[in-house]
């Protein structure tokens, strides 16, 4: 069974800090490109950044750029996208989600994933 499981999330003030980790299990996942989500309330969900099969590349949406970092470890499955500097805007549901890609490759749109995970709540307040 496939599962990708997200965790790490919470309610943090502004200008701090959370790690989030993505946990997958049930298929090869270095053939896999990760790639993280957020949906705020009443918004559609938007791209945040990802990382390709073996972590060549990765890629991080402007909005974030500077604050947000993403790794991987094959060995352990996980994905982490690390959140510094918080802001009341980076509120939402993060979600990770994987995709079958080429060595490089790391889509943005989530109708080109595979699989998803449940989601974990991040809350910033002001």
């Known amino acids: 069974e496939v599962q990708l499981v997200e965790s790490g999330g919470g309610l943090v003030q502004a200008g701090g800090s959370l790690r989030l980790s993505c946990a997958a299990s049930?298929?090869?996942?270095?053939?896999?490109?990760i790639g993280w989500f957020r949906q705020a309330p009443g918004k559609e969900r938007q791209f945040v950044g990802g990382?390709?099969?073996?972590?060549?590349?990765?890629l991080l949406e402007d909005s974030v750029k500077g604050r947000f970092a993403i790794s991987r470890d094959n060995a352990q499955n996980t994905v982490y996208l690390q959140l510094n500097s918080l802001k009341p805007e980076d509120t939402g549901v993060y979600y990770c989600a994987a995709v079958r890609a080429g060595p490089w490759n790391i889509p943005r749109l989530g109708h080109e994933y595979d699989y998803w995970g449940q989601g974990t709540q991040v809350t910033v307040s002001s």
């Open positions: 990382v390709s099969r073996r972590a060549d590349t990765s």
């Open positions: 049930g298929f090869t996942f270095d053939d896999y490109a």
